[in-house]
Nanobody, 118 residues
Framework: QVQLVESGGGSVQAGGSLRLSCRASGNTYCMGWFRQAAGKQREWVSDISTDTSATYAGSVKGRFTLSQDNAKNTLYLQMNNLQPEDTAMYYC???????????????WGQGTQVTVSS
């Protein structure tokens, strides 16, 4: 069982930046971020695996950067030029390999709220 602890959410104005962190209690094949806005379905934001480099949803590409500190088992999401449509609960997830670059997410954090005002 892997536990994930997120931090770094908050409130910013449009154009601002935040960095989310997710510390894992163990090693996993893949880690990533999802988000869920009020009244909407959870959507994938970005992830990375042992086999592949970071990938991003089109809505955040060029603004968000995923990185990780393997020594600390920590995943980071640097979010720049935030917009009101980025407002959501952000969840860290981790999982196992089911194919090359393909992850089955098994572990989820509690979520951290990001609110962007116009």
């Amino acid at each position: 069982q892997v536990q994930l602890v997120e931090s770094g959410g908050g409130s910013v104005q449009a154009g601002g930046s935040l960095r989310l962190s997710c510390r894992a209690s163990g090693n996993t094949y893949c880690m990533g971020w999802f988000r869920q806005a009020a009244g909407k379905q959870r959507e994938w934001v970005s992830d990375i695996s042992t086999d592949t480099s970071a990938t991003y949803a089109g809505s955040v590409k060029g603004r968000f950067t995923l990185s990780q500190d393997n020594a600390k088992n920590t995943l980071y999401l640097q979010m720049n030029n935030l917009q009101p449509e980025d407002t959501a609960m952000y969840y860290c997830a981790a999982g196992r390999r089911v194919g090359y670059g393909t992850c089955a997410y098994e572990y989820w954090g509690q979520g951290t709220q990001v609110t962007v005002s116009s």
